[in-house]
Every structure is written in C-alpha cells, then in structure tokens.
C-alpha cells in the first residue's frame, strides 16, 4: 500500500507569533523536545507508515532545515529509487494568512507529482506534533474508493484558536469551519489524496494560485468524496509561545512520551554523536528530559535542555527550555525562560517570565 | 580501485574470554562501554579522525552484534564510494575451509582485499582498545624513519611489564629485543599491538611465516621475532596518552568507572574530539520528580525513577521508583525495577534486577559482579544481602 503513497510536507510557513523563535527560521524547523525540529514528527511518521518517497516544500528561510534533513539519511531517504525531494516553496505573502497549502507551492513542483506512478499523495504540515501509524487511514481510504481523506482529532480546549475544524457526519466531511465552539472536530492539517485529482486541481485553479488547498477542498465539498479519519492520541498545537512552553511541558508526562516516542514508530532525527550526559556529585534534577552532551552541576526541574546544554553550580532552571549549546553559568537563576540556540546566561542573572507568558531569549545572546 | 596510502586491518576476531558474561554471546568490540559505544568505536573513531577510509575488519568469534553494528559503516562516515569498511570473516575455498588461526593468519587469509588497493603502509589495530590517537603522527614516524615496520610503544610499571610483548630499543627507536611476556623484564616500553608497515613486507612475512610449521602466526609472537632476527628496520614509536586494553571485568569496570572523574584521564568529553557512535535515535532521558541523579553518565532513552549515584546509564536504561544504583554499570536496556538495589555491578544488556531484588555488595573486598545480557536476578533473600 505505502508504495503507492509519495509523501508531499510543507514548510512553507510561519506565523508571527512566535516573535524571535520563528524570526530567522521557519516554523518546521522550532527546535522540540530536546533534540527535535517539529518537521521530524511528519517525516518520521511517513517513513514508518513505509512511505519512501517524500517531497518537502522547503520555505525562505530554509537554511536550517536543509542543515536538519541534509540528503534523508537519518529516515532512510537518501535513495536509489525514491528519496527526499526538495521542492522549492514561493516566497509567502503576510504570515498571518496562515496558509499552510498554497497551490502555487504545488504547482511549481508538478513535476514531482507527474513523475510518479505513486496514485495517492499524503500531504502533511510541519508544525503538529504527533505520532502516528497510517496505516488504518490508508486502509480507510482505499475502502471508500480514494478521493480525499482528511485527518482530524476531536479536542474540547479550542475556543478561540484559530484553524479549520470539520463538521464530521458519517464518516464524511460536511462542512469546513475556522472557528471552534465547544467539542470541535479539529485538522490536523493532514490528508490523503488521489493523485490524479491534486493535478486536476493545480489546473482549475492554475490562475488562483494563491489559494489554499484546503480552501479550494472546502469550495468542493458538494463534488467531492472527502472522507474523515479521526485520530485519537496526543496532538502538540504550537501556534504561539504559550503554547510551544505548554507543549515542551506536554513531555515532561510519561503518557504523553510513550505516545510520542514510544508506541506507533521511532520519531528519528539529525544524529550528533554528543557523549552521554555528565552529571556532578551536587546536581539536583527533576521532572525533566536531558540529552546526550549535556553537563549538569546545579538544579533542573521541569524543565527541558537540549544537546549540549550546560548548567554550571548552583545555577537553577525551573519550568524552561534551553535548547542546543545554551550554558548557564554558575549562580545565574531562570524560570519560565526559553532560551534559543546558543545562548550563554552569565553568573549572577536571574531572569523569569510567567507560565502564560514565557520570557524568549534569542539566539546567540550573551546575558 | 584507486591506490590509498595507508588501509587499516583491524583485528576484531577475539572472544575476550576473561570479560566472562559479557562476552559470552558478543564478541569483546561489541561490547557496550561508556553509556553510548561499544569498544570498536574508539580505533574506528581513530581511523576516521586521521582520515584513514578503509578499514578491514576481521570478525570470527560471535560476529552477528558486530556485523549488525558496523552496518554500512555510515555512523562512521566510512560507507565511502572508493573504500569504507568492510568485514572479513574466515571463508571457504576449492581447498576447503579454515578458521583464522592466529592474528598474522587472519590478515594472510586477506591479501586480496589488501591488494585491491595496493597501499603503500597498512596499519595494523586491535577492535578492542581504548585510546585516542592520530596514527598519521605514527605513519610520519615511519616514514621518516624509513622503517619497514613500526610498533606504537607506551610506558608501562615495571611490575607490569611481564602481561606486554616488551621492547628494547635505541636511542634512535630502533627495536633491538621485542619479548611476549617476559618473565624478567628488562625495559617498560610495551607493545600496544599497533602496527604500521611496509605492505610489500608484510606481504611477504606473511608468507613466510604462513610456511613455518611452527609458528603460531601472531604478530608479537612470531612475525616481529622472525622480522627483528633478519635484521629488517624496524622502531619503536612512542606514545603517550591513556590507553588500556579492558581484558578483565575489574578492567573493563574501572575503565568505566574513570569517566566519572572530573577530568577523566580518557577524556572522551573533551571539547574538539570527536567520537562516533551507531547510536539508535532515542528520546532525551526522563528524570522522575523523586529521582536524584549524581556524579554520573546517562544516555538517550532512559528513565530514572529513583536514585542512581556514581554510575554509567547506557541507552535505555530504566531505573524504577524506590531503586537504588550505585557503582554500577547499566549496559544498554537493562532495567533496574521498583526498589531493587544494585551496587558494584554490571547489569547486562536487556538484563533485569527484579523488584525488590539485590545485586553486588558495598563492600570494596568483594569483586565486581555480573549479570549476562537478557538475564533476570530475582528477589530472593539469599542473593547477595549484606
């Protein structure tokens, strides 16, 4: 069945409410869960379903995720037959649209699609953490004789968040809303379609490129077989930086890891060769997650570091996140701190932010 | 196939008997060591870091973990077009079959691999050392001496000195007496069963001595004896650095257990160096809310419930609430549950300390005790209670 599939993931994206984390990347590329970029769940989700053959749609800034995926070795996409294809995405118009499927991403690539004999195309974004098997929603798919297959979770928490949820009846999509009240059918921004019907797409509406897939499947519904497949794991929503703190925490909970790292498939990613963790005779951690190159002496608590972070004595993280390279020096205080990539906080700082609002450090800073 | 310069032979085919359970379906390079490698890691890394790309490995005991380990030889970066590594088990011909029957036998039974890309020097290495070096400082070395062999020499005790092939040499480092094991020794420069020679020599030693009925075709036994008597040039290099070859538990368990310093002697932490690994991508560790970690190494993978102090977790590792390590190595998946304890000891790959059991002894006289990859140590009130 996967061999039937090409994977189609788009990150070309962003949202400006990610301020200085999203600032000289794209939102695929966020740094997750200790060793993670949030594009990692999509791709490793299609290469456990077996899919071998996967197009990424790579955004402007697409320095550091070319630096991440390089040629596919870590998912087994630098191959013969197959791979990883790099499709260059437009330049985005205002982040706010939100526009996680621009046509014209897809039309500039035909090429990709038209030189497959692959008859399905599961396209995903790169911003929804989940860990999924697809097999069943290929299976469903295939049962309901193709067409469109779109998957979605039903959450209770989503009032006022923006995104597109699916009024849900038989099994069948009726209607597309984007605004939730109450229990809501929401889209994981991932679907299954035929491919045959994606180009006819890209030729209806080759002079309105500037829609969204998801929009013109929204325009069709009446004519189209749009199927609805729910999901019912953990789905991580980063939409701001709330949310990318909630959602780091989200990790810190045993069920939520066994779901995310341990049941359905491995979530792979860039391979580093950091030595295991060095831990000194006074450390105190607690309820966090510590990856290999990190060296610890003061105190950790719920909290995430990344590779190769380090915590000198006597400092203390609390409820932060300090990704690749962050060091803390002796005596220096954080809570409810994300700190970015290469961030060095002196001796003697204290610096806080709130649950709700957590204080952002940018990348390269010295404090 | 292009000509290299310098290919490597390396020498994985030994059991490791002395390491006991560890080695008991493993050969001893595959062995776990320090949390995320196995001991083959640290000559490839070697390898690679002095830009040697290919590398034969001779496998014989036991070689299915190793096989399955070196793969492509990609985590090594040496899945190269022209070269990389590639393993060498003992084969079959129109003659019949034979196993390896000694060092210099395994690389004999291997000339055509070597010519194939008729190298200038080939270096001969051990899989089952720990140390760091740049064998091209080695290789200048030879050069610039114009031996025809090369033997990397480091200072051992004197009271030592009767466990090593022991060497005397010039002022110049030219080797004047080379003795496996000598019961008087009379030098404390030992051999570290690294060699780098003219191919054309080795060559033809190999055949020479693959005709001496005699011979146990070791390297240090018979082939340098048998070089040094015919008056060929050969010196001793000398380095200086760590460098241990872990034959026993008690070896292997302090070798370990010296990561742990602040400045371990083996500074595989050190800021430049580079160790590679085929490491299995793992989730960051988890450390419970009622977990105290100290003065320890912890991988990818694990989870620590309880209290772990002066120890080496290995990739996936668990350590359950209420369970105590302490001084102990946890070899990759093995499991610790709720409440047991573990002290002075080597939990095996997969193995498992049952809840509430007990293994090893705080008690320094007592050796280091050991529990075989996949075995289980049940609570039972008469195992090991101090």
């Given at each position: 069945m996967a061999g039937r599939i090409i994977g189609l993931i788009s990150c070309n994206y962003n949202d400006d409410s990610f301020g200085q984390l999203t600032a000289a990347r794209s939102l695929a590329s966020l740094p997750f869960g200790g060793r993670y970029r949030l594009l990692d769940f999509a791709v490793s989700n299609m290469v456990n379903a077996g899919i071998r053959t996967i197009g990424l749609v790579t955004p402007y800034f697409y320095r550091s995720i070319m630096d991440h995926v390089g040629a596919g070795k870590e998912w087994c996409l630098d191959r013969k037959h197959g791979g990883l294809f790099l499709l260059p995405g437009s330049i985005f118009g205002?982040?706010?649209?939100?526009?996680?499927?621009?046509l014209r991403d897809i039309i500039k690539n035909r090429s990709y699609l038209e030189r497959?004999?692959?008859?399905?195309v599961l396209i995903c974004g790169s911003s929804k953490i989940f860990n999924i098997d697809f097999r069943p929603m290929f299976a469903a798919h295939d049962a309901a004789g193709g067409g469109i297959t779109m998957l979605y979770k039903t959450v209770n928490d989503a009032q006022g968040q923006s995104g597109t949820y699916l009024e849900v009846s038989g099994e069948m999509v009726q209607a597309m809303t984007r605004e939730a009240a109450g229990p809501v059918n929401c889209f994981m921004d991932c679907f299954l379609i035929d491919r045959k019907l994606l180009l006819n797409f890209c030729e209806w509406y080759r002079n309105f490129s500037h829609v969204d897939l998801v929009d013109i499947i929204n325009d069709n519904l009446d004519n189209l077989q749009v199927q609805a497949f729910p999901f019912e794991g953990y789905l991580g929503q980063v939409r701001n930086i709330s949310d990318y703190m909630r959602c780091s925490q989200d990790l810190l909970n045993l069920e939520v890891r066994q779901e995310l790292f341990g049941n359905a498939g491995q979530i792979r990613t860039k391979i580093e060769d950091n030595t295991p963790a060095k831990y000194s005779g006074e450390t105190v951690v607690r309820n966090s997650l510590v990856p290999t190159g990190c060296f610890i002496e003061g105190t950790v608590e719920n909290s995430i570091l990344f590779r190769g972070a380090r915590v000198g004595k006597g400092a203390v993280v609390r409820n932060s996140v300090i990704m690749s390279r962050g060091i803390i020096q002796p005596g220096a205080l954080l809570e409810n701190v994300i700190c970015d990539k290469f961030v060095t906080i002196s001796s003697g700082n204290k610096l806080s932010g709130t649950p709700g609002k957590p204080l952002v450090i940018p990348k390269n800073s010295e404090i | 196939m292009r000509k290299k310069e310098c290919i490597a032979m390396l020498l994985a085919g030994g059991q490791g008997s002395r390491l006991g359970a560890l080695t008991s379906r493993i050969a001893k390079p595959a062995v776990a060591f320090g949390g995320k490698y196995r001991i083959i890691d640290f000559s490839l890394s070697n390898c690679v870091n002095s830009n040697i790309d290919t590398v034969g490995v001779l496998i014989q005991y036991r070689p299915l973990a190793l096989n399955a380990y070196l793969g492509t030889g990609a985590p090594w970066d040496l899945d190269e077009q022209d070269g990389g590594v590639f393993v060498l088990p003992p084969y079959a011909t129109q003659a019949g079959g034979e196993w390896y029957a000694g060092t210099a036998d395994s690389v004999l039974k291997n000339l055509d691999f070597i010519d194939n890309y008729d190298p200038e020097y080939v270096l001969i290495i051990s899989g089952d050392h720990l140390y760091t070096m740049d064998y091209n400082k080695m290789l200048e070395f030879h050069k610039q001496h114009q031996a025809e062999l090369t033997v990397s020499v480091i200072e051992v005790p004197l009271e030592e000195a009767s466990r090593f092939g022991i060497i005397t040499a010039g002022e110049d480092g030219e080797i004047q007496r080379f003795t496996e094991k000598p019961k008087n020794p009379d030098s404390t420069l030992a051999s570290m069963g690294i060699y780098i020679f003219d191919w054309p020599v080795l060559r033809s030693a190999l055949q020479e001595d693959a005709a001496n009925?005699?011979?146990?075709?070791?390297f240090g036994k018979n082939v340098i004896p048998m070089l040094l008597a015919q008056r060929r040039r050969l010196f001793a290099y000398s380095f200086s650095g760590y460098w241990r070859d872990v034959g026993t538990i008690d070896s292997y368990y302090e070798a370990n257990m010296d990561l742990l310093a602040e400045k371990p002697e083996f500074d595989i932490f050190e800021q430049g160096r580079q160790l590679y690994s085929n490491a299995n991508i793992f989730p960051p560790h988890y450390v419970g809310e009622k977990a105290v970690v100290q003065n320890s190494l912890v991988c990818n993978g694990c989870t620590v419930l309880g209290e772990v102090r002066n120890s080496i977790l290995s990739t996936e590792a668990y350590v359950g609430p209420g369970a105590k390590v302490e001084d102990a190595i946890l070899l990759p998946g093995a499991r610790v549950e709720s409440g047991a304890r573990v002290m002075r000891a080597i939990v095996g790959e997969r193995a498992v300390i049952e809840t509430n059991a007990y293994f090893g002894s705080?008690?320094?006289?007592q050796p280091i005790v050991v529990v075989g990859d996949n075995e289980h140590v049940a609570d039972d009130l008469w195992s090991g209670r101090y």
């Open positions: 205002p982040k706010s649209e939100q526009s996680s499927f621009v497959t004999r692959a008859e399905t | 009925e005699e011979s146990e075709h070791d705080q008690d320094k006289e």
